[in-house]
């Protein structure tokens, strides 16, 4: 489906890998929907005791490949790629084996987003995080759901609207990133030991649990926020803003 | 003369509750559950009495705060454990319904239902050697009784995390992540620390605490018995499993 996305179970975890380090991992639709599919059947079987995502070079995801949209007068790949990674959001939260997540070296927008959706976030001290897309004319709301289910409102309020990024450090103060590491290696290793961790516990306590916690903290609201986005897209302040940030290059 | 498993202490505008079977690490049994609950139910008799406490102490006898839900004296009898969770379900719902403001003094291990019962309180204090947390993942057992407690105190996110990966953390991690509001450095010094904010808060307005506590209560649905109930039977149903006893019982030997 996409040859930018990798997975593989081995002893219970399920690793899906982000491979497009050349591009810093930047999201394309088909990634997205690969990446979907890969938790929807293979982190979903039983076999599965708990999920590793992570990319593959310095950082783990630097979010949309907006190059694709450059030509696409329609906008129907930046309205594929807000919808795939909702998808991917709620897949992850609905995958009954835990995730953890590794946001090494940098996690922004599109890449950022896909937190909300995990279970477990690793980063390192000096990770590059946030959702800076307001300057790009593009509304994050997508996120807004899930990232009010991970850290207080006040704090989603401010990363979702302040198009500012922040330090792994930062983004463990707020809760955020939930075990911190001082380099990128350290932030993979860790996430592995931790996934590896995870895989050893008693499955159905640990299924339950997390169903439990979906159930308590619901994020019914993705299609909101998701629909939220979708609305601006193709309007004239994302041409306007999406232009000049091309003419910048 | 029978030990009592919990005492009720009252003086002037502070009261101090105490889980009191230190052989046992406090840990929570039907019946010292039910001692608990009666100490509570005195407490709302006493309320909105002239004089009556502003503020609750909750702490352990001897070195541990609560050691967490007396599992094995229940692994014998498949009716005990619903009745078990269900008792402190309750418990929990009648404690953070009370109008005076509940302190925590976690004067040591405070884990897993024992955890629960420290954010049930309004505010808890620790020393940073404490040891806090919620290993029931590691045993096969579902934290479901104290799930929405600590994620109204460290919000959902944290509380993910925390659930799914078990174990436990010092008090000086508990409180850098909210757990716990306070961790002094030294076992020593915990005493004057909550010593500090109980007497402060006997000397502020008593309708005032209580309506801002009532508020809050209702701000994050602290009282919602149904969602309690469910976490009672979800946790009991994980603990019916054959399987999760086997492997409970295993440990336990």
Known sequence: ?249 | MTTELATLDVQGRIARLTLNRPEARNALSIDLLSALRAHVEHLHTLSGEKDSPTVVVVTGAGKSFCAGMDLKAVLGDPAAPPKLLGSLAELCLRLRALPMVLVARVNGAAIGGGCGLTCVCDLSVTHADAKLGYPEVDLGVCPAVVAPWLVRKIGPGRARAVLLRGGVMSGRDAAAIGLVDEAVPWADDLDAAVDKIAARLAEAGPKALAATKGLLNTLDASLDEAMSRQGAELSAGVLADPDVRSGLAKRFK
């Open chain 1, 1 to 249: 489906m996409s040859e930018h996305v990798d997975t593989e179970t081995r002893e219970g975890v399920t690793v899906i890998e982000l491979r497009r380090p050349d591009r810093r991992n930047a999201l394309t639709p088909d990634m997205l929907r690969a990446f979907e599919h890969a938790v929807r059947t293979f982190a979903a079987q039983a076999s599965t005791r708990a999920v590793l995502v992570r990319g593959e070079g310095p950082c783990f995801c630097a979010g949309f490949d907006l190059s694709l949209c450059e030509h696409d007068a329609a906008r129907v790949v930046l309205a594929e790629l807000l919808q795939g990674l909702s998808a991917c959001a709620r897949a992850m939260r609905e995958c009954p084996a835990p995730v953890v997540l590794c946001a090494h070296g940098a996690a922004i927008a599109g890449g950022c987003a896909l937190l909300g959706g995990a279970d477990i976030v690793v980063a390192d001290a000096n990770a590059k995080l946030g959702y800076p897309v307001v300057t790009l004319g593009i509304s994050p709301a997508v996120s807004a759901p899930f990232l009010a289910r991970s850290v207080a409102h006040g704090a989603a309020r401010a990363r979702l609207l302040h198009p500012k990024l922040i330090t792994g450090a930062d983004a463990h103060a707020i809760g955020l990133v939930h075990e911190l590491t001082d380099t990128p290696q350290q932030a993979c290793s860790t996430a592995a030991d931790i996934a590896r961790t995870l895989a050893a516990k008693p499955p159905t306590a640990l299924r339950a649990t997390k169903a439990w916690l979906n159930e308590l903290t619901p994020t019914g609201d993705a299609d909101a926020g998701l629909a939220a986005s979708l609305a601006l897209v193709g309007g004239d302040e994302e041409r306007e803003l999406l232009a000049r940030a091309w003419a910048k290059k």
